[in-house]
């Protein structure tokens, strides 16, 4: 039976371009990639590649990528940044307003309900709505209306939604392993406490004048506090239903707006993957366990007893 491979891509803001180093060694390994779920970046890198942009396109638009692009009034105040901008740059990267049926792998976009505080995984309808709504983080991006309902980054309630792609093998009755990829904050221990990079020109006017602005500690404390939040959200996950493999990358220092800092993140990623590689190509290569063995292994660890034979 040919084994299905999904992957679960997490957000983090610019930290989630290290998603693009994890593709090129899954390319490289030749593991094959069969539906994808994101939450945030890892949502946005996630619908570009369901759309088969390849990994060295996906490498393209991320150099591309800064601020400058992006950085707008938002006129609805319910963002310090208008998503107008960056609207424009993810459809010329889909080329064009594609919906989830006409992409060439299964896909779906993890976001959160800012009324109902319930998770909304969006598969159906334009990608490019979708892809707004996964990536707006409160604060820094405005909600956006899907379907009459206020939509906000899914990393609010699901950071690395592995759970949402083995709902998507069960629903195709499919056996499928699941790759997760969590591209992990870390900060200063102190807030204010900012790790320097090596930017020049335009770029770093801008993030000058982001660092020194009246707005620079509120977002430092709303980021630090959704890492918070991901972290226990990604533990209790892992003990209920734990994805095949994670691969956790390392970032220090990238925070979330640091776009400049592709090179940073694709390393990483990469490094990450090349760690786990062995890993990954027993995967490929080994059917996955059953239902009941997924719910036995999940059980015996909340217990803390060995599944090893």
Not at 160 to 171: N, T, Y
Not at 246 to 270: S, T
Request: some cysteine; charged content about 25%.
């Amino acid at each position: 039976m040919t084994v299905q491979i999904g992957l679960a891509l997490s957000g983090g803001g610019a930290k989630g371009l290290a998603h693009i180093g994890v593709l090129k060694v899954l390319e490289e390994a030749q593991i094959p990639v069969h539906m994808l779920a994101g939450t945030s970046m890892g949502g946005i890198v996630a619908a570009l590649y369901a759309a088969g942009r390849s990994v060295a396109e996906l490498e393209q638009i991320a150099r591309s990528l800064r601020l400058l692009d992006i950085v707008q009034r938002d006129r609805s105040y319910t963002g310090l940044i208008g998503n107008g901008k960056i609207a424009k740059r993810l459809r010329e990267a889909l080329g064009g307003d594609p919906t989830f049926d006409r992409l060439k792998l299964p896909l779906a976009l993890v976001t959160a309900d800012l009324e109902t505080g319930e998770e909304v995984v969006i598969r159906e309808g334009p990608v490019l709505e979708a892809m707004l709504a996964t990536m707006a983080v409160p604060i820094i991006f405005p909600p956006v209306n899907w379907r009459g309902r206020l939509l906000v980054d899914g990393g609010l309630l699901n950071q690395v939604p592995f759970d949402v792609v083995r709902q998507m093998g069960d629903q195709t009755g499919k056996p499928v392993r699941v790759i997760a990829a969590h591209a992990l904050p870390a900060f200063p221990d102190k807030l204010g406490d900012r790790t320097s990079c090596d930017r020049h020109g335009p770029e770093s006017t801008i993030h000058l004048l982001i660092r020194r602005s009246r707005w620079a500690p509120m977002i430092e404390v709303a980021e630090r506090s959704y890492n918070i939040i991901h972290r226990k959200q990604v533990e209790q996950l892992m003990q209920r239903s734990p994805p095949d493999l994670m691969i956790e990358i390392a970032l220090r220092g990238v925070g979330l707006l640091d776009l400049d800092q592709v090179d940073v993140c694709l390393e990483a990623g990469e490094r990450a993957a090349r760690q786990r590689l062995p890993e990954l190509i027993e995967l490929r290569d080994t059917p996955p366990p059953g239902r009941l063995a997924r719910w036995w292994h999940a059980m015996t660890g909340k217990l803390g007893i060995t599944n090893d034979n």
